[in-house]
């Protein structure tokens, strides 16, 4: 779930700050999802910000009704994963989108945890992914209407990143403007009260 | 999956339509939703027009990584399900708000099925539940948005249930001008060609 | 307000059909709606379909006050451009995004309309306007909201064009693929009951 | 345009701070949004907090003709209202549900003013209001669109009023806890940085 930071408790000290959470937004295997959180951990790294990645494909395989409802809290799994998101007050969700909205998974992610205390009075960063030219804006303007209901604060710039399969070369952007981009809202994240 | 209706099979032989498919919009066990379509299930026999319930309680538990991206097509049990959904060109979709917007299991199954065949040029009429007197109409608004996504005609009348709660008694509606209200919408759905 | 089309009332009575409207959906001189609006017209054309513009740059300048409330049916010219919506049952929206959404004279058009009598149980095309690459989708899916709001069936195909100055070359699309859409759209517009 | 308050110049000076705008987000005469717009303003002065009403119905009667496009910056009536909002860093939108979303008049108002220095870095709270008991959420998901669009942080407490006219009596909330709701509302605006 917790990409390897063996820095992470050591920079934590260092500057007294909680991590920021990463979440990966689909449980696809090797989704582009899972590059860009990389490379907003990066990000972060060069900022000496602590941050853990939280990857939706390492949910348990039948969270959806073995963490939900009757049974909610009693999956030691999943509670580890609501662990690390009480650990955090600052996110940044990477959204891929899938039939003109956010991923079934990510919703049922969100459903599944704590309410309110998981996200009330939290700040959010959201990115979208776009297989095309065009796609994304749906995707975010719902997640920002299910994350205002649970109380987070959402961040106005949420950039898009269209193409995707095309923009990243080798794990990175080709292009540098998509690291601005990114880093532009990062900033403003970390500086949130 | 399917609710026992040993007539269908005569109804659709009779009237040659083919059954409408009601969604039960979550997988929380003896859910509002599911009482709420047996009543819609009711009024479609009121009209002789065959029906078929998918209780999305009745997903394989796993379907979120074992029938999706690389193991599409693969699970027996999901399998059954998609045959369902291609059996009909209309549909109802049953649906609570969770979170401010429709339930993550149902964006999932959504998510799981097969694109475009599985809505493309459908109908579907929408019903929102609410606990609360102000709920629903984010979750519908969202869910009409991945319906025309997916090239699903969304009927325009969209009935919100507030305190779901409180107006069903014994299952039923304690007041008939919900009942007044689905009929409405029931034959608008009926009537589309 | 209306296109010149001396020979709509022959066409008309040859058709047996009423006109299908086409909102300009901006204010603003010289728009690349009112061209798009103009392509749309022309597909009716070559398919013997009536139909009548409405460009909201000939709405008089201050019917957000002279029009609405009190004044409600109170402005001569404005009562014009209601007689011409009650005279269609079938409507194209062309649709820039200006600051996120539609354009908010869209809105207060729509908002000084009767109601609920000049859109129940109509059908609307839309299609969106995109000066980038990536805009348009949140313009649609509010406008999808507020005419089902209104009654109104909104088919599911919205295309968006983008970079909209680029794509018009002479006031035709450079690309058939364009008209191809747009053609698609109006088929199903046409066929619908 | 600005409601009276002689002892405004004196209270920022003494706070230091810049006056908060309240937005009343309709032009209709004796708007249930002027009432609410006032009670916030009764808030901000039990804490010393500087504020301006800006009333929608004081706009140019045609400032959607005469003060867009290349009429912008033209209009000296709305140059003052431009010049109020370029003075607050804070704002309330008061938004009644006009056809399942926000006033066409609103959205043409915040279309007319300068982009982006006119929102950008700034942050709102959105109250909504319904004459019914279920209305308001689209209407403030779409505004949240929109002022994210154009940089501005958005409370994620937005508070809906239902059942207006009844709740208010004579212009006063005649149950204290939709006080304590936009009370807890404004705590929250005042001390975002």
Redesign the interface.
């Known amino acids: 779930m917790i990409n390897e930071m063996p820095e992470l408790p050591l920079l934590q000290e260092r500057a007294g700050v909680r991590p920021i959470t990463i979440i990966s937004g689909t449980?696809?295997?090797g989704s582009y999802s899972r590059v860009v959180s990389e490379i907003y951990g990066e990000i972060f790294e060069r900022k000496s910000q602590p941050f853990q990645i939280i990857d939706l494909k390492d949910l348990p395989?039948?969270f959806?009704?073995?963490a939900?409802?009757?049974n909610s809290g009693e999956h030691p799994e999943f509670n580890e994963i609501q662990k690390k998101i009480n650990a955090s007050s600052k996110f940044v969700f990477v959204v891929p989108e899938?039939?003109?909205?956010?991923?079934?998974?990510?919703?049922?992610?969100?459903?599944?945890l704590e309410?309110p205390g998981s996200f009330k009075g939290k700040t959010a960063a959201l990115v979208g992914l776009?297989s095309g030219?065009?796609?994304?804006?749906?995707a975010l303007?719902?997640l920002?209407?299910?994350?205002?209901?649970?109380?987070?604060?959402?961040?106005?710039?949420?950039p898009?990143l269209?193409r995707i399969s095309k923009i990243l070369v080798n794990k990175k952007f080709a292009d540098g403007i998509y690291t601005d981009l990114l880093e532009e809202q990062v900033e403003m994240l970390i500086g949130q009260?």
């Open positions: 449980n696809r295997e395989a039948d959806i009704f073995s939900s409802f009757e899938y039939n003109g909205s956010f991923p079934g998974v990510l919703k049922a992610f969100l459903d599944g309410y776009a030219h065009m796609g994304g804006a749906l303007s719902h920002t209407d299910v994350l205002h209901y649970m109380g987070v604060m959402v961040l106005p710039i949420k898009r269209p009260s």
